[in-house]
């Protein structure tokens, strides 16, 4: 990805990088099993994009790794049936849009010129019409309008399908009070029930609030064991500016996200500093030096990670206080529902934890896995 195309709007660079890593895994694991693969964009744009050759658009990032996972599917004998659904509502970003999916050839692309409420039946008619196609839904809004709780669940339901959703968390939060906004806000989180957890917060735990409550609205209606977050900052504050929220039913899909996140928040740090320093050189008119191995402040992320960590720590404790022992899958769930936290985060824990553990492992098993009926439980209670 080209940095100069995201010059100003960082946090889309690590948006797409997300969409990126994880589609091409997602794509190489279901295309072994299903043989088609429906990619429906809700918001797709073009949206500030700098390209000429949209390059820095989700739909054409999404296109350019399925095309890939299936080169390299077909080099093992499989074959893999791409589908695309595109809708966007504004005229002028429609006709780039339909310019970019005319050139595109071995996928089969349906585009639309209309908001996304008055296009579920025709995404779900698109979405059946094909024999065992498994598709991925991205919802990428400009604010909290558009993708109300009781629109999307016809989508949210369809089996098999994966959803991403983009949480527009920095705005939502600041007119979460709003008394205009109150019923578009219901709309929204499907009930009223957010007003009563968000009631009292501030900061953070105000933020976190809101998203844990959309995360457990949304998995709720669409029957998601399997929910992970990403957080994005803003490039320049410390603070929020989005969550990506990734919805799935297995926990493949789930170990996948994690990995494309701990990926992207690498890159997000050191985009978030190269963008803190060039405004700090605007405005002193002096050029820093920022090497290229030099790792970037990120004393805001990591007090974020911290903090994830407590709460992940804090679950599999509840969990643990809740029956005699837990599945180490049912552990490895509750943990990754929080971002910024990761798989070796919780094996390290377990490991250099005297309080917790670990049965069922094989003569040979040294560490707990997915899958394999290993339990955690509190030390001293056989
Ligand atoms: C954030 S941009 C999408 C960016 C794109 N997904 C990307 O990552 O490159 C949101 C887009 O949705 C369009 N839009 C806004 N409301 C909509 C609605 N109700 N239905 C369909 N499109 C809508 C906007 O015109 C805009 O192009």
Redesign the pocket.
Known sequence: MEDSHYVGREQ?EV??LILQEYLLPFALIIGRGHGSITYV???????E?ASTTHE????SIAIGQLKKARARLKRDGIQLDLRAFF????RN?FGRLQQYAQKIRGVEINVRN????ESIDDICCFVREANRTFPFV?I???GW???ELDVIRPILTLRPCEVLI?FMTHYIVRFANNEESKESFERLFGSDDFYNRLQGTQGSDRVDEAVFEYRDAVSKVGNFDYAGIAGILNPIRDRSHFHLLYFSRHPRGLEKFKEAERRSMGEMEQLRARAQKSGREQRSQQREFLYADEAPDSTYYLSLRERYLGFAKADVIRLLQAADRVTYDDAWNAWLRYPMVWEKDLKDWVRESSKIALDGLGKRERVPKLGRNHFLRFAGIA
């Open positions: 889309s948006k797409h964009d809700c918001f797709s744009g073009p949206w994009s820095d658009t989700s739909f809708i966007e509502k504004d970003a209309a908001e996304l409420e991205f990428d809004p400009t309008k558009g993708f983009n």
